[in-house]
């Protein structure tokens, strides 16, 4: 031992050493595990697909509630991702629109001896852009986005629908409404929606004009139907990590 040099014993210096081993472990360990989450977080997707269950509502001459004429319907959905705040969103749906003369007090001039009642299928096509009011994402994926954001959509679409007696009816619609979609997992969003369906024709319901009130204008005394829908979609897609570091 040199002169001035302070005298440690094996056992200190055993303990030392093994302080410095188990940092440098736990330090290694700690980079092995976050290294590839990370790498899996970072990536960033162009598409989402699946589908969505809830109801749909006629509106229109025969019934003016939102409460009211409640059917169920399914959707499936394919959405691209323009950027964390916009994409476009096609959605094929099917369900029911039901309804009938009595669920209102209006007078309809050929339905007072006998009610008129309706039960008709409904096949919806529709591309919408969406505008979310938040960066959407993880927050890894894409600096500053978050897990839950409101949006609002608008679009158009096709309306077809036929049963009963009445005359199939073929028409434009515009789908304008709002919703909220929440990121659950890495690849995972759910998300549920509200929109009213605007169609141009008023032969949803198989009646053309009951009041007998001659009416011009391109919405002008026309059916409508909202819908209601809570969805589920899976991430697909990945975009390059190259390419995120560009938009960085």
């Known amino acids: 031992m040199r002169k001035g040099q302070e005298y440690k014993r094996p056992t200190e210096l055993g303990a030392a050493v093994l302080r410095r081993w188990m940092v440098a472990l736990t330090t290694a360990v700690a980079a092995l595990l976050s290294t590839p989450v990370q790498a899996q977080d970072d990536l960033e997707y162009l598409m989402d697909v699946g589908g969505s269950i809830g109801m749909v509502g006629y509106l229109g001459d025969f019934n ?7 059917q169920p319907m399914g959707t499936l959905q394919a959405r691209y991702k323009f950027t964390p705040r916009m994409a476009a969103m096609f959605n094929l749906g099917y369900g029911k629109l039901k309804g ?10 050929d339905y007072q001896e006998e009610a008129y ?8 096509a529709s591309l919408h852009y969406e505008f979310n009011f938040l960066p959407y994402g993880t927050g890894a994926d894409y600096r500053g986005a978050k897990r839950i ?4 959509t608008i679009g158009l679409g096709l309306t077809y629908a036929w049963g009963g007696e009445a005359k199939k009816a073929l028409t434009m619609n515009i789908p304008v409404g709002f919703g909220v ?3 659950a997992a890495d690849r995972i969003n759910v998300g549920l929606e509200w929109t009213m369906r605007f169609s141009m024709s008023d032969e949803l319901d198989g009646v053309k004009d009951p009041y007998r009130i001659e009416s011009k204008g ?3 005394n026309t059916d409508c139907y909202q819908m209601l829908q809570l969805s589920v979609s899976y991430d697909i897609w990945a975009k390059c990590k190259i390419c995120n570091n560009n938009d960085d």
């Open 181 to 183: 979609k929440y990121k």
């Open 100 to 109: 009938k003369s009595t669920d209102t007090s209006t007078f309809y001039p």
């Open 218 to 220: 391109l919405f002008k």
């Open 64 to 70: 003016g509630s939102l409460t009211k004429c409640l």
């Open 117 to 124: 009642e309706f039960n008709r299928n409904l096949v919806d």
């Open 149 to 152: 954001t409101p949006y609002t």
